[in-house]
């Protein structure tokens, strides 16, 4: 589905498979738009020549009614024989009915009659009633009297029967000596097959001549069909059926004619309605003409499906054309493709060479071959480039770690220097306790026996007193000096009970804690043993609670405590050193362990928590830094039990 073949095939078809049905749909859309034009333009000009054919049949009856009342014979006629005479002249002039009038018996006369007495002849259309139908003839009544059929979509009526006729009405002046008043003749339109089939013989002359022109032609009394050859069956003209709702509501009640397909008894008609006005100015009816949509639709389908069979052809026949011809594009394009494949893989040395094809496809494929001989070349000089960036990478590897070795040496001079500073600390505190009291105690105490010899016996109580507070500064110079020089002490790492070292520890900076107001609580739930070198155990704990005594000032509450706790699955002791001083700062939680780290800008190094956190993960342990909910610092120490055995663990902050 990637191959070049595939996508330059998809390349040249593209235009023909996607644009070309396209450009044909549009085509024949707009095609199919102009054809529905012409035909309802057809339409159109057939409702003409029905619209034509019915005025002609008007006039011609006004000016036949015209020569009747102006002819010497009926001027000869007496009134005695007015009834054969109009019986005779009615069934010449093809009329449904024909009679004179007198002026002086003329009332509530039809605008027609109304205009012929006052001289001036008039042809109309007028609806009569079946009343009025009945008084010039009962056949005229029964002619015109259609039983309702149900129409769909059609406007919902009550009635069940048409009794009213749609006449040609026309009256004429009769000015004769002796005869003052109107002849008044008219045709039934009802069920005047004659007057529909001369229509529809005019308007579909190619459809008599055995044309493909199927058309209908029909005469609405308002929406009933009164006279038609639309067929509800084979042989019973849709007499009686009526017009869709939609289409007596733009004839009759906006008074437009209709130009559009629309659903006629039982099939689709491209079709044409015509309104009708009476004497009297109202819409009253309708003329139809209309042909089948059918054989135009499937003219319209044929003529899509044979495009479409046309276009499926030429593209089965391009298809392979094109393959054929393209074939000279494919195979250089492939090899180029196979040749991309094995450099891809690995394989620089390979090539196109003669592809058999000119022209730019030749021309790339020699550039393709340029370019990979250059990128084979720079490999090769790549290579060496990277042989000799080993070596140099090697030299400044050893460089590297104989600089850790001198970094790591650095970092144990400046862990003795930070010993050496709390050393410092410790006795500009002590040196008060240790120099003076002990010079003065230990003389005066070898006075007091000499000079009380066995009278010494009654304050024996108070001398032992004194002995266990020599004996107490002799602790505190013995754990200073252990302090300061372990390594004279004891070798470097022990087992080490944990609550005695931070008792010793108290005892060493209960000068720093005596000076202010703070409280020291300890809570020793454990009797576990560690494995550590008891001096650096000590310098951790003092420059922890060194930290926290500076950090609450005056007051304050101390709080060390040990407990037994696991961590990752080896068990251990934790030692908590908190504080109710103001706390670590958020944003510098992160940044306590970090070497030359200090809140103290003029009085710490920044290295006793650095130092410390060393000298614990050493011992396998870890030290943390938190703040407390309730305010304060908290450090905890997490120290391996002496009958662990675990690799050291990763500090968390």
Known sequence: MTSVRFRLLILALAPMVLLMPLLLFLGMTRWT???????????????????????????ETGDELQAVAGSVE???????????????????????????????EVTGAWPVIESATQGQGQTEIDVFTGAALGAISPDLASRAR??????????????????????????????????????????????????????????????????????TATLFLEDVRVSTNVRLFEDVRALGTRVSAAVRGKVLGEGQTWLD?????????????????????????????????????IAKRNAFL?????????????????????????APLERMTRTMDQVQRGDLSARNGQIGGSGEIGEV??????????????????????????????????????????LEETFRQLVMSEKLASIGEI????????????????????????????????????????????????????????????????????????????????????????HGDIQVETQLRTDASVRIDPGELQQVLINLILNAVQAM????????????????????????????GPGIAPEDVDDVFAPFYTTKQAEGTGLGLSISQTLIQRAGGLITAHNQPAGGARFEVWLPAATAHAAPLQQAV
């Open 365 to 406: 494929a020699g550039h393709l071959d340029n370019l990979l001989d250059q990128i084979q070349e720079r490999d090769r000089t790549l290579r060496s480039w990277n042989e000799a960036l080993n070596i140099r990478v090697d030299q400044r590897t050893a460089e590297l770690q104989r600089a850790n070795e001198k």
């Open 553 to 580: 000032g005056e007051r304050g509450m101390l709080t060390l405590a040990t407990t037994d706790a696991d961590q990752e699955g080896v068990e251990g002791v934790r030692i908590i050193v908190s504080d109710t």
């Open 306 to 330: 044979a495009i479409l069979v046309a276009f499926m052809a030429v593209l089965l026949l391009s298809a392979p054309v094109f393959l054929r011809l393209a074939k000279g594009i494919f």
């Open 33 to 59: 738009a102009d054809y529905d034009e012409v035909l309802i333009a057809n339409v159109e000009s057939d409702l003409r020549i029905a619209e034509q054919y019915l005025s002609r049949l008007m006039v």
């Open 427 to 514: 006795t500009a505190g002590v040196a008060h306790e240790i120099n003076n009291p002990v010079a003065v105690i230990q003389g005066n105490m070898d006075v007091i026996r000499d000079s009380l010899g066995d009278g010494a016996e009654i304050i024996r109580t108070e001398l032992g007193l004194v002995d266990r507070q020599i004996a107490r500064i002799r602790t505190i110079v013995g754990k200073l000096l252990q302090f300061a020089r372990p390594g004279e002490f004891a070798d470097l790492e022990q087992t080490v009970p944990v609550n005695p070292v931070i008792t010793d520890c108290l005892v060493l900076v209960n000068h720093a804690i005596s």
């Open 74 to 104: 009926f001027a000869r006629t007496p009134l005695t024989g007015f009834e054969a005479f109009f019986e005779e002249k009615r069934a010449e002039l093809e009329l449904d009915f024909l009679y004179y009038q007198p002026r002086t």
């Open 261 to 297: 397909r629309a659903f006629v008894v039982n099939d689709w008609y491209i079709s044409g309605y015509l309104p009708l006005k009476d004497s009297f100015g109202d819409y009253v009816g309708m003329l139809y003409v209309g042909v089948l949509e059918e054989p135009f639709t």
């Open 146 to 215: 259609l039983p309702l059929i149900e129409t769909e979509a059609a406007v919902p009526t009550d009635r069940e029967v048409e009794d009213r006729g749609m006449i040609i009405h026309s009256a004429t002046p009769v000015r004769l000596p002796g005869r003052d008043g109107v002849l008044v003749g008219g045709i039934l339109l009802n069920r005047n097959l004659g007057f529909i089939d001369t229509i529809n013989t005019l308007v579909y002359q190619d459809a008599v001549a055995g044309g493909s022109r199927q058309g």
